[in-house]
């Protein structure tokens, strides 16, 4: 099993980027399935993006589609979320996550740990 530990959130306005990043420790780093979901005031945790254990597949909510993009470095042990254009209602917690599933069930949301959470406030 693995600890995560996100970073990289912020208050940033409309239009701009922000660059999430995910730090793994422990056991088994390389043969999990990662993503991030995220969770505004109110509402369900919802899927952004998941990525495959050797990072070569990847699936978006359609809600990031063409701003959002999913990355990993096995070799640092880093999972990372790039954010362009940001908008309002992109604002919330952004939490890490992983599964020794598929990249598909993470989508899905099968999740066995979760970081503690980066908020990103996107003001208007």
């Known amino acids: 099993q693995v600890q995560l530990v996100e970073s990289g959130g912020g208050l940033v306005q409309a239009g701009d980027s922000l660059r999430l990043s995910c730090a793994a420790s422990g056991l088994t780093f390389s043969n999990l399935a990662m993503g991030w979901f995220r969770q505004a005031p109110g509402k369900e945790r919802d899927f952004v993006a998941a990525?495959?254990?050797?990072?070569?597949?990847?699936d978006y909510a359609d809600s990031v589609k063409g701003r959002f993009t999913i990355s990993r470095d096995n070799a640092k042990n880093m999972m990372f979320l790039q954010m362009n254009s940001l908008k309002p209602e992109d604002t919330a917690v952004y939490y890490c996550?992983?599964?020794?599933?598929?990249?598909?069930?993470?989508?899905?949301?099968?999740?066995?740990?979760w970081g503690q959470g980066t908020l990103v406030t996107v003001s208007s």
């Open positions: 990525i495959n254990w050797r990072g070569d597949s990847t």
């Open positions: 996550a992983a599964s020794r599933e598929t990249r598909g069930a993470v989508a899905r949301g099968y999740v066995e740990v």
